[in-house]
């Protein structure tokens, strides 16, 4: 099952590197990161707050899962790859939820 989590995201990360186009607010990324510490120093460090309103109408923060082990997925409707693995988060989330395991979808989609 370990081998399965760790197929599930680095198929994300890769989702998510996979684009190299420069962009007019690549220079502006890089400036952020500059500014950011090293990740080194981030190592046990907690994750910083914040809140999301979840599907009941309730708000959902980060704080509220301390003690878990969160995977944190944005995605999107018309997200084809999205389409496909969201059953094995659901499969994952039903085996591993009871030990502590949780996944906070976040969707990114334009609602206005």
């Known amino acids: 099952m370990k081998i399965l ?14 684009q190299n186009d420069v962009t007019p607010q690549d220079s502006a990324v890089e400036k952020n990161r500059a500014n950011r510490p090293a ?12 809140e999301l309103p979840a599907l009941d109408g309730s708000s ?25 693995y969201m059953p094995w988060f659901i499969g994952l989330q039903e085996e591993y939820g009871p030990q502590g395991f949780q996944i906070v979808g976040v969707a990114i989609d334009d609602v206005s």
């Open 5 to 18: 989590l760790a197929s599930v995201l680095l198929l994300l990360c890769t989702s998510a590197w996979a």
């Open 60 to 84: 959902l923060k980060l704080s509220d899962l301390r003690g878990k082990a969160v995977l944190l997925h944005f995605w999107a409707t018309n997200c084809g790859p999205c389409k496909i």
């Open 39 to 50: 990740k080194r120093e981030l190592i046990g460090q907690l994750a910083p707050d914040f």
